[in-house]
Nanobody, 126 residues
Framework: QPQLVESGGGLVQPGGSLRLSCAAS????????IGWFRQAPGKEREGISC????????EYARSLNGRFAISRDNTKHTAYLQMNSLKPEDTGIYYC???????????????????WSQGTQVTVSS
């Protein structure tokens, strides 16, 4: 059964870092662009980053201000989101998702994605 399994969330102090992992099984991740989404308390889920199937193209939400870095290792069927200089407003549930396209065009469109992870909680607090 195709699935994405996410790990790496947790509690971190402001200014700290976390790395989220998104591992695919049951399907060939190489053919999919990967998006990262987050849902803050009381807010809608928003797309924050995307990486193309080859890893050659990356997209980021402007609100991240260069603090996050997306990557992938197709040999390990895994994508990553490195989050640095974390702020309390980064708190939320983070999801990865796979879209059946090599590209990140329209990556914020939730309905474009075939597979979703279970989500992981990221809490930034002192």
């Amino acid at each position: 059964q195709p699935q994405l399994v996410e790990s790496g969330g947790g509690l971190v102090q402001p200014g700290g870092s976390l790395r989220l992992s998104c591992a695919a099984s049951g399907f060939t991740l190489d053919y999919y662009a990967i998006g990262w989404f987050r849902q803050a308390p009381g807010k809608e889920r928003e797309g924050i980053s995307c990486i193309s199937s080859s890893g050659g193209s990356r997209e980021y939400a402007r609100s991240l201000n260069g603090r996050f870095a997306i990557s992938r290792d197709n040999t390990k069927h895994t994508a990553y989101l490195q989050m640095n200089s974390l702020k309390p407003e980064d708190t939320g549930i983070y999801y990865c998702a796979a879209v059946p396209s090599p590209y990140c065009t329209g990556y914020v469109e939730i309905n474009e994605y075939d597979y979703w992870s279970q989500g992981t909680q990221v809490t930034v607090s002192s």
